[in-house]
């Protein structure tokens, strides 16, 4: 499948390192988000951007940060990160906006990009 | 924020047997309840959805049923297969709520044995 690709696909970082996941879509949609998978414990939304409007999840730490420069595009910047933050990192992309989704605003979610913090 | 739960959080079943994994939730507000299957090492898919409008939904081996005075919706396989082996999540969404703000519950690791 290559409607929503991540990259890189497998990241191993120390807690000082500073790196970026990158995420694309070609499927044309409007939104797209990041969310973290970690074991045993329900997907979890961190954030949303959706003509470069942005919506994120209080809890999220500040380390980190997002980055939407168009449609098609999002990144998600990691810096001085903690063991437990390794998990696996999901992008996904939908049709809808902001302005009033559309109530069945399927998402295709991308492979996800494993990180894992020493 | 929603309050969604699965049950049970693993199930498994005899090839050929039926399967069922029900979702409850707490914002009388969903109007949007959709199923994810995830397999090992793969990334979650969009198998099964349906409206608030709608009591129930079917496709081939796989239906949906909702009922929104008790707040829960239940994914119904039939014929289970090897290959329906995953982990299923819903993902109640909020009607009128920040786009795409899905909620999922914490998964059905559901096993097919041949």
């Known amino acids: 499948e290559t409607g929503v690709t991540q990259t890189p696909r497998h990241l191993v970082m120390g807690m000082t390192n500073k790196k970026s996941l990158k995420c694309e879509q070609h499927?044309?949609?409007?939104?797209m988000y990041w969310y973290k998978q970690s074991a045993k414990k329900p997907l979890e939304l961190m954030f949303v951007y959706s003509l470069e409007e942005r919506v994120e999840n209080n809890s999220v730490p500040s380390r980190f940060s997002p980055e939407c420069p168009n449609s098609s595009h999002l990144f998600l910047h990691l810096h001085t990160l903690q063991p437990e933050d390794s998990a696996l990192y999901l992008c996904?992309?939908?049709?809808?906006?902001?302005?009033?989704?559309?109530?069945?605003?399927?998402?295709?979610f991308g492979p996800g990009t494993r990180l894992t913090v020493l | 924020g929603e309050n969604v739960e699965q049950h049970p959080s693993t199930l498994s079943v005899q090839e050929g047997d039926s399967a069922v994994i029900k979702c409850t939730y707490s914002d009388s507000a969903s109007n949007y309840f959709p199923w994810y299957k995830q397999e090992l090492g793969k990334r979650p898919q969009l198998i099964i959805d349906?409206?608030?409008?709608?009591g129930e939904k079917k496709d081939q081996r796989i239906a949906v049923t909702l009922n929104k005075t008790a707040k829960h919706f239940s994914l119904h396989i039939t014929e289970t297969q090897p290959e329906d082996s995953a982990v299923y999540f819903c993902a109640p969404r909020r009607g009128g709520s920040t786009l795409g703000r899905l909620y999922f519950g914490r998964g059905t690791q559901l096993t097919v044995w041949p």
């Open positions: 349906i409206r608030s409008n709608v």
């Open positions: 996904a992309s939908s049709q809808g906006s902001l302005a009033g989704g559309t109530s069945t605003d399927t998402q295709y």
């Open positions: 499927l044309g949609h409007n939104a």
